[in-house]
């Protein structure tokens, strides 16, 4: 059976072509921009029981919908949307999708909420 990232995975593979360098922030720059209360949308592209599991807040919309649910994006698309998921690839493919579709504020999340973890909350789970 084929696991619901690896079918993400593949899905955005298909729907994009592979990605180019696109821009990052690092966990401690996120973490400024929430305690500064700064304006931005920070979306969580992962599966739902990743989710919930272990999650840095923010909106959700799993990789693979991203396609068919963009019109709910855009009224961002000239503000800044930080994406994530677990370790910063599949948010690295989703920000290359977004910014090809005219979403120039899009960065990722560089290592994912496993560096947020790391770095920022050691109470939030590492899988």
Not at 24 to 49: C, H, K, N
Not at 72 to 83: A, F, S
Not at 97 to 125: H, M, Q, T, Y
Request: net charge negative; charged share 25%; with cysteine.
């Amino acid at each position: 059976m084929v696991s619901d990232t690896a079918s993400e995975r593949a899905y955005l593979q298909i729907a994009i072509p592979p990605p180019m360098a696109v821009p990052e922030i690092t966990v401690s720059e996120l973490a400024a921009r929430i305690s500064e209360d700064d304006d931005f949308l920070l979306l969580d592209v992962r599966p739902g029981f990743e989710r919930d599991f272990s999650n840095i807040g923010g909106a959700h919309m799993q990789m693979s919908e991203i396609p068919a649910r963009l019109a709910e994006l855009e009224e961002y698309l000239d503000q800044d949307i930080v994406v994530y998921c677990r370790s910063g690839q599949r948010s690295f493919q989703v920000v290359h999708f977004l910014r090809s579709r005219g979403f120039s504020g899009a960065v990722n999340l560089k290592g994912g909420i496993l560096a947020w973890s790391r770095e920022i909350d050691p109470d939030i789970p590492q899988y």
